[in-house]
Every structure is written in C-alpha cells, then in structure tokens.
C-alpha cells in the first residue's frame, strides 16, 4: 500500500501547548516555567517521533443512501461523507502516525515527572497534526495542478460521521500494521498519537465550510480561533 513521507514536520512551542490542551498566550503570560518545560520537550521529543503516512487513493463510483461507494467495492458511510464526498471523483484516505516510541518514552518520564511528561505529550499531539496538514497540503496541491478540487479533511467523530462507524470502515481499506497501528475496541487507535481523515477531489467540489464547523467540540473549543483561516 502507497506510503508518503513528510521531509520536515512544522513544531513550535505553541502547538506543543495546545497539543497539552493549554493556551499558549495565558502560558506565555502566566507561566513561563510550562513555556521552558515545553521548549525543552520539543528538544528532545522528535528523536522519539516516527512519522509515518499510509494513505490510498480510490475513485468514486456511486452514492446511495448516505454511503459512498468506492471503486474496490468498499463504501464509506454517513450523512457527512455523503454530502461532502458526493460530487468527489476521487478520495484519498491517510492514515497519519508517529509511532509509538513517544508514548513509551512519555509514560517512563511521567514516573519522575508529570509536567516534563505532559509536555512530551504534547509534543506527540502537535507531531501527528503537522504531519496530517503536511499530508493534506501535498495532496491538495496535487490536485490544484489538474484544476481540480478538494474538500475539508474529514475525520471520524466529526458531527454526522460516527466514529465507530467510520473507523473500523476506513481500516477496511487502508492496513494499517503497515504502519504499526491498531485498531482497537471502542474506535480507538493503538498508538495513540494517530489520525484518520479522508478527502475528497474533483472538478465540482464545493471548498464551503470549515473543519471546525463539523467538530463536535465547536461550540467549547477554545483554540478556534487559531484554526480559521487567514
């Protein structure tokens, strides 16, 4: 199965914090010490970081009743794929890891101390959301060069797509002990710091809407701000 490769991941202190579930700008102004602890952490955590893109690009061949069907006979299933997916002449499907080196080596440091281990933490989030925008950048821009289209990322657990329905349908596809990942009971993903999404392409896609739009987070989300675009 294809693989894609990002040649630098994008990391700074920020969205280490964020990837704590902190806001960088009451940290840089309240608490400095976080802000060093982070830094330090983004010093030493991308040695433990794997990043890897197992992705599959599949033409679309029809839609029925809220399911888009793929061109190897799988679908994908729910109102929100449907209706963001429908006009796609093609998705591809990533599957975006970092391995699990990062939560082994954040798990052993939490024994001696949690704030240093938290920020490793945060270093696996931010990693694997850089690596999924690198991901969709590259795709994107490749079908920009046809003309073409693409839709927002869409991810399992988005509003209209339900997690336990769109994961194990994705890992249908895609294998992902390629890649070292898992899936689990309940949905979730082994190691942990890995991401699914599935975009759509083609001449007629319709760019409205945002990701923040379909999270189920949207209306508590403090880091919205920072994800619209300019």
Known sequence: MPMWQASQLMLDEDAVLRGQGMDPLVIRQRKPKLLEV????????PEFLVPQVLFQKLKV???????????????LSGSLVASHLGPAEYVVLLLCTVGERIDE?????????????????????????????????????EA????????????????GWDVG??????????????????LLSHAVMQPRKSLTMVIGFGPEMNLAGKTCDLCAMNETCRYKDH????
């Open 38 to 45: 982070a830094q330090f952490a983004m010093q030493e955590g």
């Open 61 to 75: 061949q029809a839609v029925r009743h809220e399911q888009i069907i793929l061109e190897n006979g799988k679908k």
């Open 105 to 141: 080596h954040m798990s052993n440091v939490m024994k001696e101390d949690v704030l240093y281990g938290l920020a490793l933490d945060g270093v696996g989030s931010a990693a694997v959301e850089a690596l999924a925008n690198a991901a969709c950048k590259y795709f994107e821009d």
């Open 144 to 159: 920009a060069e046809m003309g073409w289209k693409s839709s927002i990322p869409l991810s399992p657990g988005m509003v």
């Open 165 to 182: 329905d769109g994961q194990p349908e994705i890992f249908n596809i895609l294998d992902g002990a390629e890649v070292g990942v898992e």
């Open 227 to 230: 994800y619209e675009p300019d």
